[in-house]
């Protein structure tokens, strides 16, 4: 019996949402770190539609890591 290596589902086109089991197209990036484990200037980025912003938002917000929310389409990823 053969079985695939890997899920054969395309790759997206666009950048999708980091909510869970959503696949909608991102439109805001949420950047991010853990002081416990990050450097001051390190970011982490999550990805959000409209629907999921406040939600992930607030997820992030409440521990202290939220640092920036920004619409994808302005973002510059400071490591690139």
Same mark, same amino acid.
């Given at each position: 019996? $053969?079985?695939? %290596?890997?899920? &054969?589902?395309?790759?997206? !086109?666009?950048?999708? +949402?980091?909510a ?13 770190? $853990?002081?416990? %484990?990050?450097? &001051?200037?390190?970011?982490? !980025?999550?990805?959000? +539609? ?8 607030q ?22």
């Amino acid at each position: 019996m $053969n079985f695939p %290596l890997s899920d &054969p589902s395309p790759a997206p !086109t666009t950048p999708q +949402c980091s909510a869970k089991g959503c696949r909608a197209d991102a439109v805001w990036v949420l950047a991010w770190n $853990n002081p416990k %484990l990050h450097t &001051p200037e390190r970011r982490k !980025t999550w990805l959000a +539609c409209d629907e999921h912003r406040e939600h992930l938002s607030q997820f992030l917000g409440v521990r202290g890591f939220l640092k920036d929310v920004v619409p994808l389409a302005g973002w510059a990823d400071p490591d690139a």
